[in-house]
């Protein structure tokens, strides 16, 4: 589904992301873990196209758009969410989702978002910088899915968000990837989280892969100590 070869960012002669190369197979969660500054958003910008690679390639479904803007990796089947969530703060949660739905000729908001996220139903017409954290984080999931993506990106998606709402976030993601069949590549540093939707766990270091696992044999104590360092 996705495909990332020898991929090196950087920022000016700073080199953030070395050589990095992994696939995200159709229907499966990655998880790519690391403390702060390690290099998982810088990873995660370059392959929706926020920043551009020194060298490398990034493929989806065997389409190289290493070269193609971020809205055309996004009409080719790439959806994101960014660290913050970035929601439109003084548009409702109706226009926010209807944001996401350019590429989309149907412009009806599917009924599963409020099936999955019915606190966004309810809070229609409230104006997204008026929503919690933990409401904006359901919004900002909605607004990328609408656009029917291949593969989900999410960047740190349980920051500043209260444990309770967490759990509830990771059982809908489960739940809509099931049905909507997409793949869903998160960073993150909570492991807990990581644990409830993880098929495969890559661990980053220096913007490097240090340490790799799958979810038959997760080591949950060594990916803690690498987290923890």
């Known amino acids: 589904m996705l495909s990332v070869k020898n991929l090196n960012v950087f920022y000016g002669e700073s080199h953030v992301v070395r050589d990095v190369s992994f696939d995200v197979e159709p229907g499966e969660t990655v998880a790519i873990m690391g403390r702060n500054g390690m290099g998982k958003s810088t990873l995660l910008k370059a392959i929706i196209g926020l920043?551009?690679?020194r060298s490398g390639s990034v493929w989806l479904t065997g389409r190289d758009l290493s070269a193609a803007e971020t809205f055309d990796r996004v009409a080719a089947g790439m959806g994101y969410v960014p660290q913050g969530r970035m929601i439109?703060?003084?548009?409702?949660?109706?226009?926010?989702?209807?944001a996401g739905m350019e590429t989309v000729a149907d412009k009806t908001?599917?009924?599963?978002?409020?099936?999955?996220?019915?606190?966004?139903k309810d809070m229609n017409d409230r104006k997204g910088g008026n929503l919690s954290g933990g409401q904006q984080q359901?919004?900002?999931?909605?607004?990328a899915l609408v656009s029917n993506p291949k593969v989900l990106i999410l960047d740190e998606p349980t920051e500043g968000i209260q444990p309770s709402i967490i759990k509830d976030i990771a059982k809908a993601l489960n739940k809509l990837k099931a049905e909507r069949g997409f793949a869903l590549l998160v960073s993150e540093q909570v492991l807990s989280f990581t644990l409830e939707i993880a098929d495969r766990f890559l661990i980053i270091e220096?913007?490097?892969?240090?340490?790799?696992?799958?979810?038959?044999?997760?080591?949950?104590?060594?990916?803690?100590?690498?987290?923890?360092?």
Request: hydrophobic share 45%; no cysteine; aromatic share 14%.
């Open 138 to 143: 359901q919004l900002a999931i909605a607004r």
């Open 109 to 120: 908001i599917p009924q599963y978002v409020y099936d999955v996220f019915p606190v966004l």
């Open 88 to 98: 439109f703060p003084y548009l409702t949660v109706e226009e926010n989702i209807l």
């Open 51 to 53: 920043l551009r690679g």
């Open 206 to 229: 220096k913007g490097q892969f240090v340490y790799r696992d799958t979810r038959d044999r997760v080591d949950a104590a060594k990916i803690h100590g690498y987290l923890t360092v």
